[in-house]
């Protein structure tokens, strides 16, 4: 044992390697606790890697009785207090950590990595490894690392001061060497729910070429927080409503914020061009601001502090609206914010 801290004291990255091959080879299933704004919820997990074939199953066990389901990259929601499911294409990794399986080297200059003193949690031994933020504009990470299954045991979400910010512990934890079909399908019988897709948007056709596509999506940004870069843009139907919007994703190689964008329809009742102020919601750990550039709805979504989704927002320029990009729909909402909070969030 004493040989094995010493490891951990001399390389952090280790048990982060150590821990990001449990997390991809082992089968797992217990109960934790999500502590977060005050609020405690306990949720059973299901974990079980067979080949290529990596599915979780997710069980609120307070109050709404929710239900996710991941499979390789398709994810399902299941909301009894609504009736609702929704479908969307999800990150192919699992909930624990997988964050922080992206750490590199351009991310190591923004982020500091040390180890801990030994703790116990749930009557086991863990590495304590922490990840702290060179600014303001991030969140930090400790996790305890089980000693035995290099599982992580405990993970916090820590602002740069070292406020906690949400708070995930396993009171239970096995480690199975199988886990039966039964074990990872939903209980809910959603026969006579509504079912919501988010899918992205269809090919091509020969009428609308794929030059139209993409210029419906050019959207540039300037003066992006240090080490935040576009990762990704692409074009979404997003769920139940039929409207194409563009998503964009930023990242530091360990934060990431997605921003959707599509033309504004303006508020109810207010005259063309109308001004509106910026809203600004916190949910735990996740911020979403929604504000208009350039004739469009902006809504940027992250787990970041608020200084960090304002300045994504701020540096967006550009956009066109070709035939073929279809306008929201007359009276409909300007953003997708209220959607995107009735989602299962990034970890739950």
Known sequence: MAASLAVCAEDPRGWLGRMERALATRNYQGIFVHEHDGQTETLKIVHRVRGS??????????????????????????????????????????????????????????????????????????????????????????????????????????????????????????????????????AVMARDYRWMRHEQEPAATAEQGAGDLWEAGTWQSSQLPPGFHMTANSRQVLAGAQRVVTHLVFSDGLASVSVFVEPDSGAPGAPPGAARPATLTQVGSSTALSTVVDGHRVTAIGEVPPATVRAIAGSLRGGFSPAGYPDAPAGAAPGWAAEAAAGPGRRH
């Open 53 to 186: 074939d990596v599915i979780e199953r997710i069980v609120s066990l307070d109050g709404s009785g929710r239900e996710v389901i991941r499979r390789n990259g398709e994810l399902t929601a299941y909301f009894p207090d609504r009736r609702v499911v929704l479908v969307e294409r999800g990150p192919e990794q699992g909930l624990l950590l997988t964050e922080l399986l992206r750490l590199d080297s351009t991310s190591s200059q923004i982020y500091r990595i040390g180890a801990e003193p030994a703790a116990r949690v749930s009557g086991r031994t863990a590495h304590v490894i922490a990840v702290a933020p060179c600014d303001d504009l991030r969140y930090g990470y400790r996790v305890w690392i089980d000693d035995s299954s290099a599982m992580p045991l405990k993970t916090q979400l820590l602002t740069s001061s070292g406020h906690v910010v949400e708070q995930l512990v396993f009171t239970e934890l096995s480690l199975p060497a199988r886990i039966p079909d039964a074990a990872l399908q939903a």
